[in-house]
């Protein structure tokens, strides 16, 4: 692979960040410990102070991989561990925010309200996260079962309308629940020139037939990387290579909120009240209980 890519890739992220981080002495990131934001925050770190919060419940992935990577950078990593209580406490606000009840959208959310209440508490006012690098460079695993149906024109073409809607199916909410804490979200990955530049990228290039990376992904024998040109983009960085081997987890499951809200709804007897109407989805039924 031409080096070219990763160089101007590199160059095109910097600026992002460097103009999202401009006259801003603090910014705070909405870590996963996931290559996408971990590799927003070390950046972000060469031009201004950092605070990175994570959230989830204890022994979730986004958990365990934000503890080791606090080990291994310089800028400061806040961990904390999500709890039933306080979510079910912030639910009706964050619903009333994106209008929405979708199980897997306000799962996705509540990190996003933890981190930015928190940040604001620190006196933070602009966060930055890593949305938008999934649907640039072939993060999702659904790429992948795309790729094996309909070959990499498939693929690009789901790529392509992903990016199209980004915003209304995934950003604004994520901007809308910060605002109540009055934080200034920000995307990097889409800023116009970055964003621009990697939809010019091959998507060979995204999720390339390679066994480099340990999170690999087979089709008919063949081993393929998502992300993989992000991923050769972060070790150039420095992003430890334990993060940029992690293999994608959806966000809701990542941080372990899915389980919490499902606990919940157990506990209020939804799921019983679900299958005595012949309903499965007894969390969404919590949730629209709460509007």
């Given at each position: 692979?031409?080096k070219?890519?990763t160089?101007?890739?590199?160059e095109?992220?910097?600026?992002?960040v460097?103009?999202?981080?401009?006259?801003?002495?603090?910014?705070?990131?909405?870590?996963?410990?996931?290559?996408?934001?971990t590799?927003i925050a070390?950046?972000?770190?060469?031009?201004?102070?950092?605070?990175?919060?994570?959230?989830?419940?204890?022994?979730?992935p986004d958990?365990e991989?934000?503890?080791?990577?606090?080990?291994?950078?310089?800028?400061?990593?806040?961990i904390?561990?999500?709890n039933s209580?306080?979510?079910?406490?912030f639910?009706?606000?964050?619903?009333?925010?994106?209008?929405?009840?979708?199980?897997?959208?306000?799962s996705?959310?509540?990190?996003?309200?933890?981190?930015?209440?928190?940040?604001?508490?620190?006196?933070?006012?602009v966060?930055l996260?890593?949305?938008?690098?999934?649907?640039?460079?072939g993060?999702?695993?659904?790429?992948?079962?795309?790729?094996?149906?309909?070959?990499?024109?498939?693929?690009?073409?789901?790529?392509k309308?992903d990016?199209?809607?980004?915003?209304?199916e995934?950003?604004?909410?994520?901007?809308?629940?910060?605002?109540?804490?009055?934080?200034?979200?920000?995307?990097?990955?889409?800023d116009t020139?970055?964003?621009?530049?990697a939809?010019?990228?091959?998507?060979?290039?995204?999720?390339y037939?390679?066994?480099?990376?340990?999170c690999?992904?087979?089709?008919?024998?063949?081993?393929?990387?998502r992300?993989y040109?992000?991923?050769?983009?972060?070790q150039?960085?420095?992003?430890?290579?334990?993060?940029?081997?992690r293999?994608?987890?959806?966000?809701?499951?990542?941080s372990?909120?899915?389980?919490?809200?499902?606990?919940?709804?157990?506990?209020?007897?939804?799921?019983?009240?679900?299958?005595?109407?012949?309903?499965?989805?007894y969390?969404?039924?919590?949730?629209?209980?709460?509007v």
């Amino acid at each position: 692979m031409d080096k070219k890519f990763t160089e101007t890739l590199i160059e095109l992220l910097s600026n992002a960040v460097k103009k999202e981080c401009k006259k801003e002495p603090r910014v705070g990131i909405v870590l996963s410990g996931g290559i996408d934001s971990t590799l927003i925050a070390i950046i972000a770190s060469k031009f201004t102070e950092v605070t990175a919060y994570t959230y989830g419940i204890k022994g979730s992935p986004d958990f365990e991989y934000a503890d080791k990577l606090k080990k291994e950078v310089d800028f400061n990593i806040k961990i904390q561990e999500l709890n039933s209580k306080d979510i079910e406490g912030f639910l009706p606000k964050i619903i009333k925010a994106i209008n929405n009840t979708n199980p897997v959208k306000v799962s996705v959310e509540v990190p996003f309200y933890y981190a930015s209440k928190k940040a604001r508490e620190d006196f933070i006012g602009v966060m930055l996260c890593g949305q938008g690098a999934d649907e640039l460079f072939g993060g999702y695993k659904r790429y992948i079962d795309i790729l094996a149906r309909d070959g990499y024109g498939g693929v690009e073409r789901v790529i392509k309308r992903d990016v199209e809607n980004i915003w209304i199916e995934q950003l604004d909410y994520d901007h809308k629940v910060c605002s109540l804490n009055r934080i200034d979200l920000r995307f990097p990955y889409m800023d116009t020139k970055f964003s621009e530049h990697a939809m010019q990228i091959p998507v060979e290039l995204k999720i390339y037939e390679s066994d480099e990376f340990e999170c690999i992904d087979s089709i008919c024998g063949k081993k393929f990387v998502r992300k993989y040109i992000l991923r050769k983009v972060a070790q150039e960085v420095g992003v430890p290579p334990s993060i940029i081997n992690r293999k994608k987890k959806a966000a809701q499951y990542g941080s372990g909120a899915w389980k919490i809200l499902e606990k919940i709804a157990r506990e209020k007897n939804f799921k019983k009240r679900a299958r005595e109407i012949g309903r499965t989805d007894y969390v969404n039924m919590f949730l629209e209980s709460i509007v």
